[in-house]
Each structure stands twice: as structure tokens, then as C-alpha cells.
């Protein structure tokens, strides 16, 4: 009897760590939307309430889900999908023609305009939510545990801050670039700015460009998003509340890559890396795909995917890779939703959507042709399939960039791509094993964690709504002055000490020998 | 059938992930091998085979254990327990009599040259095992799979880079500080320099003497230590081998701390923070102390040790303590091997030896007074047992200083002590809710983890067997030059350019405007 009430006991103990809690989601629009929604189903399955904050117009964000509420805010954010369409287009375009350095600003001032103009509507939307009485007071009456944001806009960091929610990041990039160059100290001479297509081991003139580029990265942050945040916390909480404070004091951050992926860099005891959380065992493929992929024999196949903003190319682009596809012994399958290739082989099919993790996770499965995006380079680690990369925008070159430095990947131009280099690159990856060999290590690092990355990143978000936050995990440094924060003025007091010392020694050795010299002709004259 | 098959195939994957690895332990004798023997205790119950070298007088390292294997070297380390126990003593005496500036000198140059002396012997120690040519083959063939080694001497890491092991510390404190500063950025305006009894947050003249005190202690253990490794460096590994160098590549270093203990500081990927691994849930005491314990009614009981160096006390500090703990209504169990003090009341009893942990749990423990070790304070945490501390020499003072901070305890000087004031602290911490409260806070957040600190020491350790290091855990950045490190030479290159431009364009001003008055000046004429 004593043992059932004890078994009782134990269960409900477990029951009561495993908090039932309320979380309050501001995603970002766009693809980083994919990896909320795999956080937000998992919290789900483990019996938390999500509400999730979305415009009315939102592109990813759909309005009903089994797994969220949402509250459906009337108002146009704009995510502007076309724009970013042609964008691409653009890009490519400019790439392939060598166009002029003041072709390329241009686009890039268009592109920093619509981020600038997206940050603004969405300060829009926090001051629509802000201030609709009913809403505000049904959200505080919800009684919400955290706020769980994306920091690539700051939303969710004001509200939280107008809430008294802790606040956990799912993040990568913040409005001010990479992520733990907002907290973490970043000594230049070994942490490559995002972008920068460096690695961790520089020459002097990268060192150089590295620095430059940081800086110049950071007045482009400061000038693009800033102001518009600035004025939403000034308008709700006074002149002496900063807007890069509120987000630096965020009390977990869960960053959404590690040191298999990235470059080993300090860090800070509240940074969680969940990696490749949404990485799982495969699953069997549907029966027609199993079937195309048995039928490639020994060869195996080929997966494309250029990612959820890269549907379609530029017909050029797309004739020229299905050429060199089609000369290869593998079967390919290309996740691809434009207008089918002229040149497209016997051995390649398209489909509009791909069961990726099931596929990379297929022993057939030889080579995956990327666009660079995080989340399928973290797959293709996860399962250790090479990679031919053909990055096209953002940071699609420098997740590459550092597959090519750690030999699991080949990276080809893609603007200006034909067939016969596409190819080579191909045949390199495919008949040389040590790409294979070092994505596999790769793969035996990424998986040899002492918890589950999904795991991981409940326990902390389970963790901050037990205690309240995680006051303790996180300095309070950014509140310092840079000159205090990196001891200028301690610098500048003790050499101020030493040469008034070392002056007023002088000078009394100077007046000694005075005296003496003094006395000395005296005594001579 | 086909279950039967995958079941045993899952246990055979476990088992093989269970390695049964070799591991080569040079320890630092000492209260530092406390929690080394921990380790090793559970390394040998995982199925790993431990080999630890040992000094023929090794101090606390015992030749006979069932939990490893022991190699002892013929050769005398000279631990010196006599002048540690003296020291202690000389220490008090002088504190206690406001002794001179220049006798606290004497001391600790004294203890500096003991230091200096060890550190000589454990050199001497290695060149031994390196130089006996049967001894060292013996090694070499038992393939070790990784060195565990406590960098607070530096053998382990010298032996471990002469036998290409990959390197394990199980480290608070290295030969040249706390373990940190070793290889994380330590921004000196909010990282408290171990010692300097600090906070994370510091006055302008705090600041002063953090950044002094850094660069004195820095100064000390460079004069102290640093000779000894360097010429054993450079007599196996040639001039262009550094030991500071060899000790900041260690692959993974196990923090004793975590940021419940510490306040918040930057970190790098390869520092696990095992904290509490000692820790477990309490056992039942031994029947005379459960009854001396349960005797002491709904007021509960006193738990009082100063650790293993302070076995004895001088008799008036003894006396003293002894009078005030007889006032309290609560029963006394104090860890004490000195003579009986002539003020014992008859509510305490005196023990060679507790089961700290085991008292600790229990639920009528209500005060812990301590002399400020790691181990017990974590252990108090871990159980939430507020403190009163009386902190003797090393660290205790700012490990308690940082529990004063917390709320957690209150600290009593022990050389000055008097009972009155003993009293008062005592009466404070057990009459004063918030610091039982506060304790329970603490402890909450020491206990919620999502994994247990030892299985995390056992599951990184096994990394690095399994993968042979943890390369793409840790920086390279100590192989540069400080200037490069801190990019001062990139700094000082775009200021020249910058100034080279403004000199230039100056020039160029100037050249313009002569040009044009000469030739108004010729108009003019």
C-alpha cells in the first residue's frame, strides 16, 4: 500500500515539474516562422497553452493551427512576399551580369528600406496592441508565464517589457545582426562577423575587413531599425529605458546553431544551444518516393532544395542545373515549383514539397544541393549527407562558406553557374570520400549531446516560467558605459597616477640636484 | 523474432556508447583530491578502468583503492600538512593581534615559497616518470584514453601533451588563477577577480583594485610557477612549445561552480559546469546521531565544520565558539579533532568525522556554520542550509563573501571572535526567515538542471574519449599575440590610414589655397 501512495507521489511530483504554462508567442515573419512552429508543437505536446501575436495579412503565419491560439491583429504588416521574389531575381541578375557596384547599392538601399519600413509597421502593430483596451486587458487577464520571441524584429522585447513577462529568445539573428555579438564579448581578431565569409583563423587585412565590416554592419542595424523602437519605448516607458537594454536583459536565449556548425566563440551562461532541434530519425518515405529511390540501385540520389524563398529561378539558371543533373548515374529529386527545365533529364523528378528529414535520413541518399539555409545545412549534418551549395542571398554564403572550410561541402556560383562547373562540382562530391567521411564526423558530433536539443530547449523554456526568469544566468553589464565596460576610465586614472608619480619624483630629483649643484658652486665660488 | 533482434541490437548500440574507456589521473594532493576521488568513484562504477599517479608521501592519495589502479613514484613531493596546519594557525594569530603589514608579508612570501617549492617537486616529479624508461613504456602501452588531470599544478597537462592525450581538467582553480580568466574573455569592469571579495557589480575605485589586484596575483603566480613548467617545457618540447599555451588548449575543462555560486561571466563552449556534483539525496544517519538529532525537538540542530585543513583550532577561537553554541536552545554536532573546549555546553557533541550530506538533508538541520570550502557550501545550497560563516584563509573568504551577497549567510571574523558576536550572527541566521527562504531559492535553482551535474562530468569526458578531444569546442585564439588578440595592430593600421587621408586632404587644402592667394596676390600686382 505504502508503495502505490509513494508511486502516487512520485508521479505527481513529475506531473508538477511538468508545468502546465501560458506562453505568449511574437514570431518573425518569414521562414524563421518554420523553426517557431516546431517549438510551439512541441510545447504543445507537452501541454502548455501558446497564443501566437499575428498580423492579419501575416505570409507564414496562419490564423488556425491545432497547435496555437492566435490573436489576429487587424492591421497590414506587409511581409511582402513579392518583393523578395523579384528580389532574388534581382540579386541573381546583378551577379550574373557583373552590374556596377552602384547597381548592387541600390538594391541593397531597397532592401534596407523595406527592412526599415517592416520595423516600423511592426512598432505599428505593438502600439495597436498596446493600445486596444480590450485586447491589452485580455491579454494581462491571460496571465501569461513568458513571452517567446524571435528578436530578428523587437516586438516581442517591448512587449514583454510592457507586460512584466520574462522573455525567451528563439533566435539567430537579432535586429542587430548575429546574435551573441549583443551579449557575448566578440574580440574581432577571432570572431568573424556574420556575412563576412571569414573564418576563425584570419590574415591581417581579413582582420582588417573583419572590424570594418563589423562596424559598418552595426551603423547599418543602428540606422535601419533603431529609431523606430527607440520611439516605442519612449513613448511607454520614459527617456531612460533603452531599447538594446531590454533585449540584452533577455533571460534565455536558445540559438539555433552550435560549434559543430559554427565557429567555437565565447559565450554566455544564458545562451542555450538547441542546434538542430527539429532533426529526428527518418521516417519511411510515401511509397512512390520509396520507390524512385530504390530504383537509383547502387548509385543513389541526389536531393535539391533552394529553400522556402527560392521556389523558383530564373529560367537560365534553372535549364543549366538540369543539364548537369541529368548527366549524373543518381536519380535526383529537386523540390522545385517554377516552370519545369528544358533540359530537365530522365533521372530527375520535381516535386513542390519534400519529405527532407525522411530523405536525408535515406541510406540512398548521396549528395544534398542547397541554397545554404540553416536548417537544411543542420539536416544534412544531422545525417550526414555532403552538400553542393549554391548560395544566393543573406547568409546563405557564410553558412556554406563554413561547410566548404570544414570539407563537407563544394560551393558554386550560382549567378553565374553552367552546366559543365555545376557538374564537376557534383562529380567532386560525389566520387571523393572525404566528404562523406568528414560529414559523417560531423554528424557523430552533432548528435553526441548529453540532451535531446528539443529537450533542451523545453527544459529552459520550462525552466524560466518556473522561476520567473533566470536573473542569475545573465550579467547586467550592457547597463555600463562602453568607456566603464571596457575600463577606459580605471586605464586612464592609473596612468594618470603613475605619470603625476612618476613627474613628481622627477621633479624632485630635479630639485635635489638643483640644491646640490647649487651648493656645489656656492662651495667652488 | 524481428523485435528480439532490434532490442538486442538497441542494448548492443548502448553498450557501445557505455565505453569502457582508460583514463590517466594526475591529481593535485590535497583537499583538491576530495573531489577527484568523487569522479573517479563513479568513472570505475561506469565500467572505466582509472590509473592515478601518485608520490610515494602523497598527502591525501592513497596507494590501496578499490576504485582505481595507482602508480606511485618512488620520490618524495613533500606535501607538508605540518606547515599548512602551522600556517592556518600563524595566519589567525596574526590577524587576531593586528599584526604589521610586514609580518602578513613575511607569511605569505613564506607560503609563496612553499608553493614555489611544490611546484618545483611536481616538475621533478614528471621529469621522474618521463625519464625511467620502463615506467613510461609501461604507460605508453596501456594506451590511455585521456588524461584527468586538477590544473592546479601543471603536470598532468605536461605529461598528457608527451603522451598525445587528449586533456580533461576537473578544475576551479589552474596554476595561474581562477580557471576562467585562463581562456574566456574577463572583462574586468564586472568580472570580480577571485580573492578580492567583489561583486559583478563594482564602485569606480572597486574597479581601481580589481584591475591591481588582477595584475598583482597575475605577477605572483607567473614569479611563482611559471619557471618550473617553462624549463620542462623546453626540455621535451624545444622553445616553441609554451605550457600556458598547452594548458589553454585542455579539451574540455569541469567547472566546479556554476552561476548559482558565482555571478554570471562570460564562458567558453568547452567549460562544463558540473557544480554540485558531489551532491546527492540525503541517507539515513547512524542510529546515535538520528537520536541525538531527533532530541533536539522542534529546535532543531547546528551542523558546524571547518573542513579538512581545520581540523584543530587555536583553544581561545575553540573556547569562544563553544561558549556561544552552548547558549543556543538548538543541539550542536560539530566535526572537531582539537582538544575538547573547557566552554562545551551540553547540547554538543564533538565528531571526528560526519556525514555532511546525509545531515544536511535532514529536515531538523537548521544552520550550517562553515569555514567557506567549495564543497560545503555547495553542499548546503544543494540542500538549502543557510550559513554562518568564519572564514579562514584561501578562498573562504570570498566564496562566503558571494553567499553574504546572496542573502544566504552572515560572516563572522574568526580570528577577532568573540562569543557575543558568534552569538549574534547564529541567533540572526536561525531567527530571520529570509535566509532559510532565500537558501530554498538557491537550492531550487541548483537542483533544476537538465542533467545531473555528475552524469554531465561522466557524459563529456566520455566525448572525449569517443572522439578523441573536443577540438571544435575551443578557440585557438591563445596562440596569438596579445596585440593581435585585442587587435591593436588593426587599430593602430586604421588609425595610420585614417590619419595618412586627413593629412593628405589637409595637404591638398593647403597646396589649393596657396595657389589661389598666389594667384590673387599676382592679379593684385
Same mark, same amino acid.
Given at each position: 500500500m505504502s508503495t502505490t501512495i509513494s508511486q502516487i507521489l512520485i508521479i505527481l511530483t513529475l506531473a508538477g515539474s511538468i508545468l502546465c504554462g501560458k506562453i505568449l508567442v511574437f514570431p518573425h515573419d518569414g521562414s524563421h516562422w518554420v523553426n517557431m512552429n516546431v517549438l510551439i508543437q512541441e510545447l504543445h505536446f507537452r501541454g502548455h497553452h501558446v497564443t501566437v501575436l499575428r498580423a492579419?495579412? @501575416?505570409?507564414y503565419v496562419k490564423e488556425q493551427s491545432p497547435y496555437?491560439?492566435?490573436? +489576429?491583429?487587424?492591421? @497590414?504588416?506587409? /511581409?511582402?512576399?513579392?518583393f523578395f521574389k523579384t528580389f532574388v531575381f534581382r540579386q541573381l541578375q546583378i551577379r550574373r551580369e557583373g552590374s556596377s557596384f552602384w547597381t548592387q547599392l541600390s538594391l541593397d538601399m531597397e532592401l534596407g528600406r523595406k527592412f526599415y519600413e517592416m520595423h516600423r509597421k511592426i512598432c505599428e502593430m505593438v502600439i495597436r496592441i498596446i493600445e486596444d483596451p480590450k485586447l491589452i486587458s485580455s491579454i494581462r487577464e491571460a496571465e501569461y508565464d513568458v513571452m517567446l520571441t524571435d528578436p530578428a524584429n523587437g516586438?516581442? !522585447?517591448?512587449?514583454?517589457?510592457?507586460?512584466?513577462l520574462p522573455l525567451v529568445f528563439n533566435v539567430r539573428w537579432t535586429v542587430h545582426g548575429e546574435a551573441q555579438f549583443a551579449i557575448a564579448p566578440s574580440p574581432l581578431s577571432y570572431v568573424p562577423f556574420p556575412l563576412s565569409l571569414l573564418t576563425d583563423k584570419m590574415t591581417f587585412f581579413e582582420r582588417v575587413y573583419n572590424m570594418l565590416f563589423y562596424h559598418l554592419r552595426l551603423f547599418f542595424y543602428k540606422r535601419v531599425v533603431g529609431p523606430h523602437y527607440t520611439a516605442l519605448c519612449n513613448r511607454y516607458f520614459g527617456p531612460d529605458v533603452y531599447y538594446f537594454e531590454l533585449f540584452q536583459a533577455a533571460d534565455i536565449w536558445l540559438m539555433r546553431v552550435d560549434f559543430v556548425f559554427e565557429f567555437p566563440r565565447p559565450t554566455m551562461p544564458n545562451v542555450v544551444y538547441m542546434s538542430c532541434f527539429q532533426c529526428k530519425p527518418p521516417k519511411a518515405l510515401p511509397d512512390d518516393l520509396e520507390d524512385f529511390v530504390e530504383s537509383s540501385g547502387e548509385h543513389g540520389v541526389v536531393i535539391v532544395s533552394m529553400g522556402t524563398l527560392v521556389g523558383q529561378l530564373p529560367d537560365y539558371i534553372a535549364d543549366e542545373m538540369a543539364a548537369a543533373l541529368a548527366k549524373l548515374p543518381q536519380k535526383v529529386?529537386?523540390?522545385?515549383? /517554377?516552370?519545369?527545365?528544358?533540359?530537365?533529364? &530522365?533521372?530527375?523528378?520535381?516535386?513542390?514539397?519534400?519529405?527532407?528529414?525522411? #530523405?536525408?535520413?535515406?541510406?540512398? +541518399?548521396? !549528395?544534398?544541393?542547397?541554397? /545554404?539555409? +540553416?536548417?537544411?545545412? #543542420?539536416?544534412a549534418i544531422y545525417h550526414g549527407t555532403p552538400i553542393v551549395g549554391l548560395p544566393v542571398v543573406f547568409d546563405q554564403h557564410d553558412n556554406l562558406s563554413r561547410m566548404k572550410y570544414?570539407?563537407?561541402? =563544394?560551393?558554386?556560383?550560382?549567378?553565374?553557374? &553552367? =552546366? &559543365? !562547373?555545376?557538374?564537376?562540382?557534383?562529380?567532386?562530391? #560525389?566520387n571523393e570520400p572525404s566528404y562523406t567521411i568528414n560529414m559523417n564526423r560531423l554528424s557523430r558530433l552533432l548528435r553526441d549531446t548529453p540532451v535531446q536539443p528539443m529537450d533542451n530547449a523545453m527544459f529552459w523554456i520550462e525552466f524560466v516560467m518556473r522561476h520567473k526568469g533566470a536573473a542569475h544566468l545573465r550579467t547586467e553589464s550592457y547597463k555600463m558605459p562602453w568607456y566603464v565596460y571596457y575600463s577606459v576610465d580605471v586605464i586612464a586614472f592609473l596612468l594618470l597616477v603613475v605619470s603625476g608619480a612618476v613627474f613628481l619624483i622627477v621633479a624632485v630629483i630635479r630639485c635635489l640636484c638643483c640644491r646640490a649643484c647649487r651648493k656645489k658652486r656656492v662651495k667652488q665660488d
Open positions: 492579419a495579412d @501575416s505570409w496555437y491560439h492566435s490573436i +489576429t491583429i487587424d492591421f @497590414s504588416v506587409g /511581409g511582402d512576399a513579392a516586438g516581442g !522585447v517591448v512587449l514583454a517589457h510592457y507586460l512584466h529529386i529537386w523540390r522545385y515549383s /517554377g516552370k519545369k527545365p528544358s533540359t530537365l533529364g &530522365n533521372n530527375t523528378i520535381l516535386r513542390d514539397w519534400l519529405p527532407q528529414n525522411d #530523405l536525408f535520413g535515406h541510406p540512398k +541518399t548521396k !549528395v544534398f544541393v542547397s541554397h /545554404g539555409g +540553416t536548417n537544411g545545412i #543542420l539536416e570544414k570539407g563537407v561541402a =563544394q560551393v558554386v556560383d550560382i549567378a553565374t553557374i &553552367n =552546366q &559543365n !562547373v555545376f557538374l564537376k562540382a557534383m562529380l567532386e562530391v #560525389l
